[in-house]
């Protein structure tokens, strides 16, 4: 029993984190909202430099050949900067999905991602609309019994507009007879790999911003005067914080443990669930009370925590809403004879 | 006590029904956040204007119908039923326009109230600063006698409907020496006024909700206080109050934003059903709201016989900005992966307006004193707890 | 529309409380606790004497002839003194239900009844016991489909312990042999009576007990000082009672609201089951924070708080649960065609 | 990362496991606040002491094995499982035990620690006084120095277990001059001692659970100091770090409560469906004991490497207490009418032990430092915001 990462892990994570707090400002994702595409070539190119962008490219298709534990913290970090670059769907969803797909797929696009050649995006019939869609080299669409990678030629994409201007989402039509990569059954467990794993990248992020979010309220009320007082002497102030920080710290070991499930191909449905809920809980909280620490100002463009916000309440709808992880816990905690209580966890 | 409405109150609904049925627009009109819309809700008000709808609380000679407290609340629940157009000029309305019947002099009244209820002048709110916010004794703008004028320098913002106002209310300090909330002054100013320059802020939306104004050297007749000079304060608070009080948030507003969210629950209720918490929070959603209704009614019914006001008016703005953001919550929930889309995008379904109510309700708790300072004197003033 | 009481009302209601408060003490409550049959027979005496317990008697059988929206602010005031005798039971209840059954009934307890000569009890089979059901000369005991007015030689007893001792609950056994006084759809009809009935009179009771919880810890707050000042000047004290206050505030409206339905005969049931959730909801609330501001004190039977804590708890699950009530009001608003909205409220 | 257990750990496991079977009593002993259940609960100890599973952190020389925190909440996890009974001398065990072994003198540990592991000596908190709460600072109660002894006078009240126990600890204030948490010092007060009085106070359900004391000139050999004197602040914080820390709420115990819950809402669905909040709070007590596992592991993993405890630490208090008063009051909801009912009550049906708990659970977020003030520490210690 070892529920730490590794001084590796720890130490890599560091170094992205200062990677994407340096390069990823508010000012550079604003000129990013305020750009064509909403994307960044040259952003993604960094990312491929660093090696992220094949970080779980398997070693013989020229990646660093990682596994989603060693990526979940550097999820989290990618939420801790809102990334609007697909990096977190690339590395926990297309590539792990691609892998297991295997043979000519895996042969002619897993290289291309891991060297920044190709932006891949990843859409999911649950989430009706696929985000990056139109800047993708490569659209990996999950259906339930259905899943396609598509190169631009293959479909048409419709641009529909997301509260988080980060967010490019996209309705997609397949054009007539293009096949899918895989059917049927292989396609139904695709499926729900594709749904598991974004809704880990979903919380991983959502844990990211919500600390971000904390960080933005407390150093913003240590400066701001009101009353002729800091504002984040007030104990009503402090006491906003104080609660988000309580449920984002106990939804931390459950995003890891889900990471660790689906890396270790364990069981993982309802720890995925488990950990979306309470860290886009943790995210909302955090989102509602930055709000309102901020006052006013808090309502507008002009501070950065909407970037946050508006990321944390898309988080909290896509790769499964509420409802859908809520029945998946449903399902096991109310089955007969499942074991719960002392001793159960692991 | 009697529940039913007399007849002629069945009588005035009926008349404001059937005149809001022939003149509310088919098409909802743009937001009054961008100049097009903004004219739209301008030429709304001139049209409630003739039809003496505009401002049914003020006297009949100033346009009004004297209604009591309980016409307003069903000319309220009339106007939300009917889906009519937000108030462009509440500000105004609300704010202003009680204060001056309050405070202004004969010459004010007939000046300006005409223009403010037919939409020709639109009025915009000088409340905050930067660095006072809620705290309005903060206020550091100044306005410097100097003969028949006051000379104002000095910064507003958060100031809403300012960007294509016509005019500004708000407090100056007209004594240098003065601190806190003494030495204050309540000036009206025309926005067109050379030295002032008015830059949009743009809100959670994006669109400009608010601005900052800024003041060099702005010269405004003397005739235009409200009120004695350096009693700014009390003038304030007496605005101060309307907004936090009864008038600026009827409780049909609520009961529609319910009934609309029970409606969304039962055409997805399938898919809500997952979350067992959805199906609760319409509930709650509703109850609330008629709880807001029964108690609205039963604080009027004591007003027009002449009852006060208390303390426990500050449990207003809480409970209904919390519900507020508690039904637009429950929304989002529902809509699930939806939610995040503009009412525009071409596949947004029914997500109808639900993000922009969320987006909106995200004020409530903020704006016009937050919350956190109305518990604060929900405890000392109506608790009596110490301070 | 009048939604005011009239000032008869307010000035019979400030009456009764001053009464109320200066007889029915914590210290005479623990009185009461501590005696053999739980009641004191000459607080009973003293009810009656004032009028009360024959206050919804008619005037013909020696009664105030009072309706049930006379009597809701006088339900609010024995909640604010945790009033242990049945007097709420007896007016909003048991004196209605006997009129409306009329007859020989009719004329032989209710001049008992107003003259305190008989103590009557009410039971509801959804309650599953029978307060005061060994202290009465009458047991009013309904089930979905029978009536029974019991005298102490028609049913035996069997004393169940509450968390609240002023609670004094039995489970009883109808002798054989012994006949309704209503059955069939008569029966229905008064079951339903008695539980709207009983509902609303625990309503009543919750936002007495609420705002007794209230002045109780702000009192408390006021006085005991930690850390060097007096702990009801801190913030989070301040807006746990502030958060008390806004709920209680908003729930008494629809308790007078749900009285007056009933008290005109209109359709109740929607009115009630609002009014008993929000009522209990608030004092529910107001025992949580209200324990918390008192620290450590208020985990004691040193201090008065659970004395009127413990009946807000017993008032949730008596007469209708949280669940049925909200099963009421969601069948009202769930329901196709019904009229929501603005202007559906009067 | 590995979240499997070691053979060893499995071992361990079924050996705690094992013992257990065998070894808890069939029928619940009596609760504690009662002088019988007090003598019953002496004895299990006694039990558990015999065959080791006392202390299972502590040195195998002092009657432990040991145990690292992964075997404890191994450990713990089997224990209540098992549904063992409550330890009585959890002040001594978790709180004065670990402080004696940090600060106490060899002769003190050999004295004290092998009758606090059988259940011989049984000790009380002697923390709070009247008018101090949680502000031990605010520490009245003197010990004078004479010769060999302190003289001790003054009151301590909530203190814990003090009706039936045989020693207490607690702070004292030698130097006479000192003010707020200097010139404390810590001393052990065996309760037998003349001049000592105490006063049951009963507890929500009517027991004695606290009890006041009195010191009216009080003996007690300097040899019963821990630590310096004067330095009593920097041993209690110490004891009160342990208070708040990992080693009083193990995971465990809410785990088993969320299970019951689970099947409570099982066993009563059709009804408690008919609150919708109701299931909803269930699978929520479900998730978050299982958060609570789930991290306690990671800190304990951490810990064991060498890490330290941070003030996230503080996060604990109020996550736990907080959980455990909420699946509580889902249990009183799920019991409607029933929930008032005591246990032993002949008509109580089902409802077990549901109230107890509930009872118990309106203590968590008030003791061992209010989860106000905890929430004080978490922003700015854990967060930096300002005081």
Redesign the interface.
């Known amino acids: 029993m070892d529920f730490t990462f590794s001084e590796d892990q720890l130490l890599f994570r560091d170094s992205v984190r200062d990677f994407l707090v340096n390069e990823v400002t508010p000012e550079r994702i604003r000129g990013i909202w305020e750009s064509d595409s909403g994307r960044d070539d040259g952003l993604w190119q960094q990312l491929a430099e660093m090696g992220l962008t094949g970080i779980t490219v398997p070693e013989a298709h020229g990646g660093l050949g990682m596994d989603e534990l060693d990526f979940v913290l550097l999820a989290q970090e990618c939420g801790y900067v809102a990334l609007p670059e697909p990096l977190v769907n690339t590395a926990l969803v297309a590539v792990p999905v691609i892998s297991q797909l295997g043979g000519q797929a895996a042969a002619e696009w897993l290289p291309k991602i891991a060297a920044g050649e190709t932006r891949v995006a990843v859409g999911c019939s649950d989430n009706g609309l696929a985000e990056d869609a139109a800047q993708a080299g490569l659209l990996l669409w999950a259906e339930p019994q259905a899943l396609y990678l598509l190169t631009p030629d293959q479909f048409s994409a419709r641009f529909n507009e997301s509260v988080d201007p980060s967010r490019r989402l996209y309705a997609i039509d397949i054009a007539a007879g293009v096949l899918p990569a895989a059917s049927g059954e292989q396609a139904a467990a695709l499926y729900q790999a594709v749904l598991d794993r974004g809704a880990l990248g979903a919380a991983a992020q959502a844990l990211g911003l919500a600390q971000r979010m904390i960080d933005i309220s407390v150093q913003y009320t240590s400066e701001r005067q009101q009353f002729g007082k800091v504002i984040g002497s007030f104990q009503a102030v402090k006491h906003h914080m104080a609660n988000v920080a309580v449920r984002l710290e106990y939804a931390k070991a459950p995003v890891t443990r889900a990471a660790y499930a689906l890396a270790r191909g364990e069981a993982a449905q309802v720890a995925v669930s488990h950990a979306k809920l309470v860290a886009c809980e943790a995210a909302n909280l955090a989102a509602k009370n930055s709000i309102q620490v901020h006052g006013a100002m808090g309502y507008t463009w002009e501070v950065d925590l909407h970037i946050f916000m508006k990321k944390a309440w898309a988080m909290a709808g896509t790769f499964g809403d509420t409802g859908f992880h809520k029945q998946r816990v449903a399902e096991h905690i109310f089955a007969d004879g499942v074991a719960l209580g002392a001793g159960t966890t692991f | 006590?009697?529940?039913?409405?007399?007849d002629q109150?069945n009588a005035f609904?009926e008349e404001v029904r059937s005149w809001l049925a022939e003149h509310v627009p088919a098409e909802p009109l743009k937001t009054f956040d961008t100049e097009e819309g903004f004219q739209q809700h301008r030429e709304w008000e001139a049209t409630l204007n003739k039809g003496r709808w505009g401002m049914v609380t003020w006297p009949e000679e100033l346009g009004g119908r004297a209604c009591d407290l309980?016409e307003w609340l069903?000319f309220?629940?009339?106007y939300?039923?009917a889906r009519a157009p937000l108030r462009v000029n509440q500000n105004g309305i609300f704010l202003l326009g009680p204060t001056l019947m309050e405070y202004g002099t004969e010459e004010q009244k007939a000046r300006i109230l005409p223009k403010m209820a037919n939409g020709e002048e639109v009025w915009a709110q000088g409340w905050?600063e930067p660095?006072?916010?809620?705290?309005m004794a903060?206020i550091r703008s100044t306005a410097r006698k100097d003969g028949d004028k006051y000379i104002i320098n000095g910064q507003k913002t958060?100031s809403t409907r300012a960007v294509w106002a016509d005019w500004l209310f708000g407090m100056f300090r007209t004594d240098p020496d003065s601190e806190r909330h003494r030495g204050l002054t309540f000036i009206l100013v025309p926005l067109n006024t050379p030295g002032i320059t008015v830059r949009p802020?743009?809100?959670?939306d994006?669109l400009p909700g608010?601005a900052e104004i800024f003041f060099d050297n702005v010269e405004v007749d003397v005739a235009n206080r409200l009120g004695d000079e350096g009693a700014g304060w009390s003038v304030a608070m007496a605005t101060a109050g309307f907004e936090r009080g009864l008038m600026l948030r009827s409780?049909?507003?609520f009961?529609?934003t319910?009934?609309?969210l029970?409606e969304l629950?039962?055409a997805n209720q399938a898919?809500?059903?997952?979350?067992?918490?959805?199906?609760?929070a319409?509930?709650r959603a509703?109850?609330?709201a008629?709880?807001?209704?029964?108690?609205t009614?039963?604080t009027?019914?004591?007003l027009t016989?002449g009852?006060k006001i208390g303390a426990?008016s500050s449990?207003n703005k809480?409970?209904w900005s919390e519900l507020d953001?508690a039904m637009h919550a429950t929304a989002?929930?529902i809509?699930?992966?939806?939610?995040?889309?503009?009412p525009?995008?071409?596949?947004?379904g029914d997500v109808g307006t639900w993000?922009d109510g969320w987006?909106f309700a995200?004020?409530g708790?903020?704006?016009a004193g937050?919350?956190?300072i109305?518990?604060?004197i929900?405890?000392?003033r109506?608790?009596?707890?110490?301070?």
């Open positions: 006590m009697n529940l039913n409405y007399t109150q609904r309980i069903i309220e629940e009339e939300y039923r905050s660095n006072a916010g809620s705290d903060a958060w802020i743009p809100q959670l994006g608010f409780p049909a507003r009961q529609e319910a009934r609309r029970v629950y039962k898919s809500a059903d997952r979350d067992p918490a959805v199906r609760d319409v509930m509703w109850m609330d008629e709880s807001y209704c029964l108690t009614y039963e009027a019914c004591r016989q009852g426990e449990t809480i409970f953001q989002m929930s809509l699930g992966a939806r939610a995040e889309l503009l525009h995008a071409p596949d947004a993000l987006l995200q004020s708790p903020i704006y937050t919350n956190e109305q518990r604060n929900i405890a000392e109506m608790l009596g707890m110490p301070r």
